[in-house]
């Protein structure tokens, strides 16, 4: 569904993607994991088309995406959450993904029709909102927001532009394990629906997750397979996993 | 909407007031404020609801006023072609330096909308046709027809006012349209409203010419208000203040731009009209540098009002509420 091929990215002398090749099956949670400053984040920012790509090629559903602009992947189908959370906090719950909905359906170059009148746009908001636990908190600012309750709203804002394929950056950054298990089920639930991208630390729910398993070092593939092949590789073990995983 | 109906009001019968105890001037200076609240709520569009700091507002103010101008020096006096000529002129203006600067971001982008409407103040200085640095004198004001006699203080006073009010309801509407909302979320989240799979840079594009536009008008009426027109109206110093005036009145409040330009041009003419004794011992030429009075008060409320006074009003009522 999505592949890459030989895609990098330098900053300066910085190497931040090297000769990256990796292919994403429909309908599967594809696992990005590797050490801080692997490249992950910025290698997820190529792929949703906010990063230029030096050199290599991006294809989506068959077609190349390389140049693409990052809304017309959007539009395409391949949507973005991001590790930093990134949403609207001086609007409530309901109007950022009541914006996500509307930029999705329609034009958004309307002038003159209030957005309240349309109630379409904020019962699908409402839905989401439910989907990914936030219907208690529908006229909540988002700043007001608690660390989980943000995050779940960075996926919903992410999953309200209905994608094919999710770029699911740390989902779970900085959550506690009540939070983080809330979050594991969400991505169960959704992945029945579409194609999931997860960059994720926390290799519990990798582990979990993951049909299939990609480790990023240094910018580099080192190794893509299901779970038990990853866990079970040497090479792997030595530059990312270490004991503990091997352990368990 | 109570307070705003009170406002406008008081605004209907200002001029009649002012008729019956014989102070036509003051008609036509609440004309001149009216048409510098279009400009700063044009300003405020774009820099209060889309976030972009645009240091080059008066270029577009100023090519209506040119247009206007040009137009009525020709001997075309009809109103409902110098001004919206003056309209669509702002707005190609605005699209060609929206288009450029939009590319650029923060500091780059203030300096390339001052560079552009710098670049207009010196192609005007040199319009000899036009007047060139003298500026243009003008052989009449606009006409409507209709009956409508632009002469007529009282009556010019009124046109502007119905224009204001119009682009008042204008912007209300864009502001909560689906234009309006994305244009604010723009200026919360620019990367996240991209990520959300909409084209950042022609939203921003289209909130740019269409406050080119408004601007252009503003100065269309500047032009026949004052039956002349000079380079000046493009000079930096006049983007500036008009930014002031959209702080002054509150970044982002739909009133912003009108209460800023009442504020801040009552403000000036209180300073040099009307001197106070003591300060006037105390240095007698103050009254000529009215603009530090006016600097004091900008600073005062951007240290203690960042809202501007439009949010000092709007907190009073919410504590009240």
Redesign the interface.
């Known amino acids: 569904m999505l592949e890459l091929k030989q895609v990098s990215k330098r900053f300066g002398g910085v190497v931040a993607t090297d000769n990256v090749t990796l292919d994403v099956a429909q309908g599967e949670v594809h696992a990005l994991i590797g050490p801080n400053g692997a490249g992950k984040t910025t290698l997820i920012s190529q792929i949703?088309g906010?990063l230029d790509v030096d050199s290599g090629e991006i294809t989506f559903q068959g077609s190349p995406i390389t140049r693409a602009?990052?809304?017309e992947r959007?539009?395409a189908g391949l949507?973005?959450s991001?590790q930093i959370t990134?949403?609207?906090?001086?609007?409530s719950v309901l109007?950022n993904l009541a914006?996500?909905v509307?930029?999705?359906s329609?034009?958004?170059?309307?002038?003159?029709?209030?957005?309240?009148s349309?109630a379409a746009l904020f019962e699908e908001a409402r839905v989401l909102a439910g989907e990914v636990g936030l219907s208690e908190k529908l006229h909540s600012l988002a700043a007001t927001l608690a660390h989980g309750e943000q995050r779940a709203l960075e996926v919903g804002?992410?999953l309200?532009?209905r994608p094919k394929l999710v770029l699911l950056d740390e989902p779970m950054a900085g959550m506690g394990p009540e939070e983080s298990a809330r979050m594991i089920e969400l991505i169960g639930k959704v992945r029945a629906k579409l194609t999931v991208l997860l960059v994720e630390h926390d290799m519990d729910a990798v582990f979990r997750l993951a049909d299939r398993i990609t480790v990023l070092v240094n910018g580099r593939v080192i190794a893509t397979g299901t779970p038990g092949k990853i866990r079970a590789d040497a090479e792997v073990r030595r530059a990312y996993l270490g004991d503990e995983v091997a352990a368990a | 909407m109570k307070r705003s109906l009170v406002v406008l009001a008081l605004l209907i019968v200002y001029p009649l007031a002012m008729q019956a105890i014989d102070h036509l001037f003051y008609v036509s200076f609440a004309s001149r404020l009216l048409i510098y609240a279009i400009a700063a709520t044009s300003l405020n569009l774009v820099l209060g609801y889309g976030g972009m700091i645009s240091f080059g507002h008066a270029a577009f103010v100023g090519a209506g006023a040119y247009v206007a101008s040009i137009a009525l020096a020709e001997g075309v006096t009809s109103a409902w072609i110098g001004w919206p000529a003056a309209i669509l002129a702002s707005a190609l203006l605005a699209w060609v330096i929206g288009a450029i600067s939009l590319r650029t971001r923060g500091v780059y982008f203030i300096m390339i909308t001052l560079a552009f409407a710098q670049m207009m103040f010196y192609l005007v200085n040199s319009m000899k046709a036009y007047g060139g640095d003298e500026g243009l004198t003008l052989p009449q004001r606009a006409t409507l027809g209709f009956g409508l006699d632009l002469a007529n203080e009282v009556v010019f006073y009124y046109v502007v006012l119905a224009l204001l009010v119009a682009i008042l309801y204008c912007l209300h509407r864009l502001v909560h349209s689906r234009f309006g909302r994305v244009m604010v979320a723009i200026r919360e989240n620019e990367a996240r409203v991209e990520a959300i799979g909409l084209p950042v840079y022609r939203y921003q594009l289209a909130c740019f010419v269409i406050a080119g536009a408004a601007g252009g008008l503003a100065g269309a009426l500047l032009a026949s208000h004052g039956k002349y027109v000079n380079p000046n109206v493009l000079h930096w110093v006049q983007s500036g203040t008009l930014m002031i005036m959209v702080i002054l009145g509150g970044v982002g409040h739909l009133w912003g731009g009108v209460i800023g330009a009442v504020a801040l041009l009552t403000l000036e003419h209180a300073i040099a009209d009307y001197p106070v004794p003591w300060l006037t011992q105390l240095a007698p030429n103050y009254q000529q540098h009215a603009n530090l009075g006016v600097g004091l008060v900008l600073l005062l409320i951007v240290l203690f009002a960042p809202q501007g006074i439009a949010g000092l009003l709007s907190r009073k009522r919410h504590a009240r509420a």
């Open positions: 949703s906010s602009k990052q809304y959007v539009k949507a973005r991001y990134s949403i609207f906090k001086r609007f109007d914006l996500a509307q930029a999705r329609g034009s958004s170059f309307s002038f003159w029709r209030p957005v309240a349309e804002l992410a309200a532009t």
